[in-house]
């Protein structure tokens, strides 16, 4: 008998050590989508075009990757190329300002509000919804980070809340697909690129292996600590008062 399960251990194939092994999901960081504004440090860089979408893993980046290009010049009334995604976590907090007109962004402390309103020292303070999706077409191995707030991307971060919503009373809201444009926009402050999202039409044949790549990131996502998509709740832009 004893020899038996020797021979048996024997013919299992030998465990092999993989430095990767000791790496988890909460020491990788996840790249970023971006859109590139006029004053994006990669615009001024001359490294992606103004009105484009892009990829970038962290600040340190030399080399961002554009994944949707404006089609007109200097977006003119076209905008880029649709980019396909599916949320898969959300987390939210609120961005503004501060006295020296440097970007904050706060999203864990209970009390973010009450603090970002106090750092803006009057200037005004946004919702923020950064997402984590999937985008099947461009990385089937990593999800993204993906960030809306302000007036370039608040309104396209609540209708997406509501389409997030509407997409959960039929199956779950990470297998529902959504596309996202950059559009010129215009406000008292000048040109900027602005989000436009939708729900994406995908044909069955491209349905079935972008779920395969939502289904084997999920477990990746929440092993982070994301929030589920199911606990959105669509939020306001606040004017912070003077203090």
Not at 5 to 26: F, H, K, M, T
Not at 144 to 164: C, E, I, Q, S
Not at 213 to 238: F, M, Q, Y
């Amino acid at each position: 008998m004893a020899s038996a399960v020797a021979n048996r251990e024997s013919n299992l194939p030998a465990q092999r050590y993989d430095a990767a092994d000791e790496i988890g999901a909460e020491d990788v960081p996840f790249p970023r989508m971006k859109f590139a504004q006029k004053h994006t440090d990669e615009v001024d860089a001359e490294l992606v075009e103004y009105g484009s979408i892009f990829t970038r893993i962290g600040q340190g980046d030399a080399e961002p990757s554009t994944i949707s290009n404006p089609t007109g010049k200097e977006m003119g009334t076209q905008s880029s190329p649709a980019v396909r995604f599916y949320v898969l976590g959300i987390r939210t907090g609120y961005s503004w300002r501060d006295e020296n007109d440097q970007f904050q962004r706060s999203q864990f402390p209970p009390d973010a509000l009450t603090v970002a309103r106090v750092q803006a020292a009057g200037n005004r303070v946004d919702k923020t919804y950064d997402y984590t999706v999937a985008l099947p077409q461009i990385d089937s191995e990593m999800p993204y980070r993906f960030l809306l707030t302000g007036a370039w991307g608040g309104p396209a971060a609540r209708l997406l809340n509501l389409m997030l919503k509407r997409a959960a009373q039929q199956g779950p809201s990470s297998e529902a697909a959504f596309e996202v444009v950059a559009e010129k926009g215009k406000n008292a402050k000048g040109m900027f690129s602005k989000a436009v999202v939708t729900r994406a039409k995908v044909p069955a044949r491209e349905t079935k292996k972008d779920l395969e790549v939502v289904r084997k990131l999920t477990d990746l996502v929440r092993g982070r600590g994301s929030a589920p998509v199911e606990e959105v709740v669509d939020g306001e832009v606040v004017d912070a008062p003077a203090v």
